[in-house]
């Protein structure tokens, strides 16, 4: 069982940026396992905004996202991070951490979610 724990949400003015980070409670992350931040936004379908293996292979953004977020994870494993510039109102969400076992098709772990507020 992995426990992901989400930080880093908040109100911020349109232009502006945040970072998110999602750590695995009392672990790190392992290479084999896949990390991804969704969101959802009232109303509105849970969106997959970008995604990393921890054992390396490219990133991958949907086109929402792409040239402003940026997926990262640090060196120890402990903790991967959303790098959100260029902030927009309708990036207004909950944004979601999840993982899952490399091999898995499905994201079994899931956070509780970190509001982002991005106002005009």
């Known amino acids: 069982q992995v426990e992901l724990v989400e930080s880093g949400g908040g109100l911020v003015q349109a232009g502006g940026s945040l970072r998110l980070s999602c750590a695995a409670a009392g672990r790190t992350f392992t290479s084999n396992m896949v990390v991804a931040w969704f969101r959802q936004a009232p109303g509105q379908e849970r969106e997959l905004v970008a995604v990393i293996s921890i054992g390396g292979a490219i990133p991958s953004y949907s086109d929402s996202v792409k040239g402003r977020f940026t997926i990262s994870r640090d060196n120890s494993m402990i903790a991967v991070y959303l790098q959100m510039n260029s902030l927009k109102p309708g990036d207004t969400a909950v944004y979601y951490c999840?993982?899952?076992?490399?091999?898995?098709?499905?994201?079994?772990?899931w956070g509780q979610g970190t509001q982002v507020t991005v106002s005009s």
């Open positions: 999840a993982a899952r076992e490399a091999l898995s098709s499905t994201f079994q772990y």
